[in-house]
């Protein structure tokens, strides 16, 4: 069967129980030549294709393995076998209206990889045997399971990353808008591999904007997105037609899906984007335009400020708008030989990353907790914004 092994395998990874892992793992190394294969759609952004639309009638309760591994679904577990398994992806599919379009929107700013402070990637701030390294960061917030690769490994390279996230309400700093401090302000809310040590990053998520309007808030503006630093910016997810298409609609608290998917060097990679809210998901497949290959030398769960703003001669993120809190769920991240990793992985290979503000002197961003027991939990994670980034807008 021509597409029985394909490319939908690891997407069914996003809606399969931790206990079914190894099945899960198995369903990774299927080759990424293979999903080259699959019917796709080009997408209005040169080297960017949208995996093929359902047809009219098309159910997933009822459709064949096959049928769905053509259309980038996530494969059925066995009833039997998998229960609650099978329960998770009925819902999954059933939740599923319609997939995106082939339009896309290049926005002017970029997820970025790592930027450390104090030349950080040789000298961590804390590292203790057994334990996650400390790092401060000027740009990212979350936890980075990592390797010392400078090349693709099949064996050893990070190639697949799942989280769960809802999508945080946008707002400024509080009492920033009376400062005034300029806006606007962004959170992006994603997983990726490679960035935290070297200069790609291929990724899927949300982004949240806000700004102000004299000394009040405008409306928040909320957004689905893949990209692939820096062959592409962040590429807004579409789900209409025509000279200005709207974008998919995503509001605060919609429950996001991503999967990303890594294949070698400058190889096509792969996201899939899932808002299991509103009934939309896209999957893409995003071709090497520019920049280093991957290395699949990380998997990451991040809050982020993307790039970038003008202040003076330098180039900085854009200022952290106030998301509150950020919960990332059903999470882990496996390599080619099949090893699974999590944002709770207790090792000096996991990094846990702290933002600061652009004067490297306060926290903006903080992992509260991280291991495998309490609110955080193994597959888990727990953000909050604080220091200038919730309340009184930070100084560029």
Do not use: H
Request: charged fraction near 10%.
């Amino acid at each position: 069967m021509k597409y029985a092994t394909i490319f939908a395998i690891w997407i069914a990874l996003a809606v399969i129980l931790l206990c079914s892992f190894p099945a899960a793992t198995a369903a990774q190394n299927a080759s990424a030549a293979l999903a080259a294969s699959t019917a796709k759609e080009q997408t209005n952004i040169p080297g960017v294709k949208i995996f093929a639309d359902r047809p009219a009638g098309f159910s997933p309760l009822t459709a064949t393995d096959e049928q769905l591994s053509t259309y980038g679904l996530p494969p059925r577990p066995d009833k039997q076998a998998d229960p609650q398994g099978y329960a998770q992806w009925a819902r999954a599919m059933t939740s599923l209206k319609y997939r995106a379009s082939a339009t896309l929107v290049a926005k002017p700013y970029s997820s970025t990889n790592l930027k450390l402070v104090n030349n950080q990637a040789n000298q961590p701030s804390v590292q203790v045997n057994g334990a996650p390294t400390q790092y401060y960061s000027t740009n990212w917030s979350g936890v980075a399971n990592t390797n010392n690769l400078t090349k693709w490994n099949d064996n050893t390279s990070f190639n697949y990353i799942q989280s769960i996230t809802t999508v945080p309400a946008a707002q400024p700093p509080f009492g920033a808008c009376w400062n005034p401090t300029n806006g606007p302000f962004l959170t992006a809310v994603w997983n990726g591999i490679d960035g935290a040590n070297n200069g790609d990053v291929l990724q899927g998520g949300s982004l949240s904007y806000a700004d102000c309007n004299g000394d009040t808030l405008q409306s928040g503006q909320y957004i689905g997105w893949v990209e692939w630093y820096p062959s592409y910016s962040i590429l807004e997810i579409v789900c209409g037609a025509g000279t200005a298409p709207p974008p998919c609609p995503v509001y605060p608290g919609d429950n996001f899906l991503v999967i990303t998917f890594g294949a070698p060097g400058t190889a096509n990679q792969y996201v899939y984007v899932e808002d299991g809210t509103e009934g939309w998901y896209g999957s893409f497949e995003l071709a090497w335009q520019q920049g280093p290959g991957l290395v699949g030398s990380s998997a990451e769960w991040i809050v982020e400020r993307p790039c970038c703003i003008t202040v003076g001669t330098e180039e900085d993120p854009v200022p952290l708008a106030n998301y509150i809190s950020q919960a990332v769920s059903n999470s882990f991240s496996s390599k080619g030989n099949g090893n699974v990793f999590f944002p709770g992985s207790q090792a000096a290979s996991t990094w846990v990353i702290d933002m600061l503000d652009d004067n490297a002197d306060q926290i903006i961003s903080d992992v509260e907790g991280q291991g495998t027991a309490g609110l955080q939990g193994k597959t888990s994670l727990w953000l909050e914004a604080t220091g200038c980034a919730f309340a009184g807008g930070c100084t560029p």
